[in-house]
C-alpha cells in the first residue's frame, strides 16, 4: 500500500492541512488558529491531521511523515520556530520546538519544516502549475509579500532568507513597509499595509466605501475578497492602492527577471489568487517595458493549488 504523507500550513489566522497518497489528496482539514499559545497551535494543528485521516478513513499509524509550512524564522535541524509575529506564542526570538511538539501528539510520526512560502512554492513546483520549470520563482501577495526561488532544478534556501522578493526595494525613501525598513514591495502590495494606507487616507479626507464592504461583509479587517469587491464596485481609492501594488511589482519582479534570466514567475498568495487572472496580466503588462530582453519575457503564470499549496508542499517536504 502506497504511504500515507500529511501536510501543514500554520497561518496567523488558519491552520490548513491534508493527507496525501499516491500525490493525491485523500483528506483535508482546516480550523482558525488558536490564540492560546503555542501548545493550543501544536494541538490544533494535530488535530486537523488527525481529522484529515478519519475523513479518508485511514489510521494515523499508517502515517509515513508530516511537513509544515510555517511563518517566521525556521530553524530546520532543530525544527523549531522563532520571530513568527502573527501567530500567538510564537512572536519571540527563542525558538519553539514545533516539529517535535507535533510529533509527539500524532504518534511520533517523523516531522519536517520550513518556511511557509518557501514551502507554498514547493508545492506549486512539485504538484502544480510550475511543474515544467527549472528556473522559476513563486510570489505570494497575501498580507505579505514572499517568494520562492527554484533555480537549476533545485529550491534555493541560500542561508535561510533567499527569495524574499516582498523586502526588495522599488521606491527609495518609500512607503513603510511591516519590517520598518522604507520603499520595499510589500508596502506597496502586501495586503496589510494596503489596508494601513487605505485608512491613512480616510483619516486625511479621501472617499472609500472599502470599509463598508469589509463591516457588511462581517470582516474584522480587509480582506482579500473585500478588496475584490470594492474594485467591482469601482471603489477610486481601491483602485489607486491595487494600481501602485501592480506598479511595485512590476518593478521588483522585472528586476528580479533582468538578474536570474528565469523561465517563469508565478503568481499565488490570497491576494494574487482572488484578483486572478487580470491581475497578472497587468503585473505582466507593467514588467515588460523594465524588461533588458523584453521578446523573452518569462511565462506568468497562476497558482494552481491555491489554498491548499502550503499545505500540498508540506507532504511534499515531508517525501509525498
Known amino acids: 500500500m502506497a504511504k500515507l504523507f500529511a501536510g501543514i500550513d500554520l497561518g496567523g489566522t488558519k491552520i490548513q492541512s491534508v493527507v496525501m497518497r499516491s500525490r493525491r489528496v485523500v483528506g483535508q482539514a482546516r480550523v482558525p488558529t488558536p490564540r492560546g499559545g503555542t501548545d493550543e497551535v501544536a494541538a490544533a494543528m494535530a488535530a486537523t491531521v488527525r481529522t484529515a485521516l478519519a475523513e479518508a478513513n485511514l489510521p494515523l499509524g499508517d502515517l509515513a511523515g508530516v511537513g509544515i509550512g510555517s511563518p517566521g ?23 519553539v520546538p514545533l516539529a517535535s511538539e507535533v510529533s509527539r501528539k500524532l504518534g511520533r510520526a517523523p516531522v519536517a519544516i520550513d518556511n511557509d512560502v518557501r514551502v507554498g512554492m514547493l508545492g506549486e513546483w512539485k504538484r ?19 517568494g520562492g526561488l527554484v533555480l537549476e532544478g533545485r529550491m534555493r534556501r541560500g542561508r535561510g532568507a533567499a527569495g524574499e522578493i516582498g523586502h526588495t526595494i522599488v521606491k527609495d525613501g518609500g512607503r513603510t513597509c511591516s519590517c520598518g525598513r522604507s520603499g520595499h ?16 487616507a ?22 482579500s475578497g473585500v478588496i475584490a469587491r470594492a474594485l ?17 511589482l512590476g518593478i521588483a519582479l522585472a528586476s528580479t527577471q533582468n538578474l536570474l534570466d528565469l523561465e517563469a514567475i508565478l503568481i499565488g498568495g490570497g491576494l494574487g489568487d482572488r484578483l486572478g487572472e487580470p491581475f497578472v ?31 500540498i508542499g508540506g507532504a511534499v517536504l515531508a517525501g509525498g
Open 73 to 95: 524564522e525556521i530553524d530546520q535541524d532543530a525544527g523549531a520556530v522563532a520571530r513568527s509575529p502573527n501567530v500567538p506564542g510564537f512572536e519571540g526570538p527563542d525558538p
Open 128 to 146: 502544480g502549475a510550475a511543474r515544467p520549470y527549472r528556473d522559476v520563482l513563486g510570489v505570494f501577495v497575501g498580507t505579505g509579500v514572499g
Open 185 to 200: 514591495l510589500e508596502a506597496y502590495a502586501g495586503r496589510g499595509r494596503i489596508e494601513l494606507h487605505a485608512r491613512d
Open 202 to 223: 480616510v483619516e486625511k479626507g479621501r472617499k472609500t466605501d472599502l470599509f463598508k464592504i469589509m463591516e457588511k461583509r462581517g470582516r474584522d479587517r480587509v480582506t
Open 232 to 248: 467591482d464596485h469601482g471603489d477610486r481609492l481601491t483602485t489607486q492602492l491595487i494600481d501602485d501594488a501592480v506598479w511595485a
Open 281 to 311: 496580466r497587468r503585473i505582466a503588462d507593467s514588467m515588460q517595458p523594465q524588461l533588458f530582453v523584453p521578446d523573452k519575457a518569462p511565462v506568468m503564470l497562476r497558482s494552481e493549488l491555491e489554498d491548499l499549496g502550503g499545505a
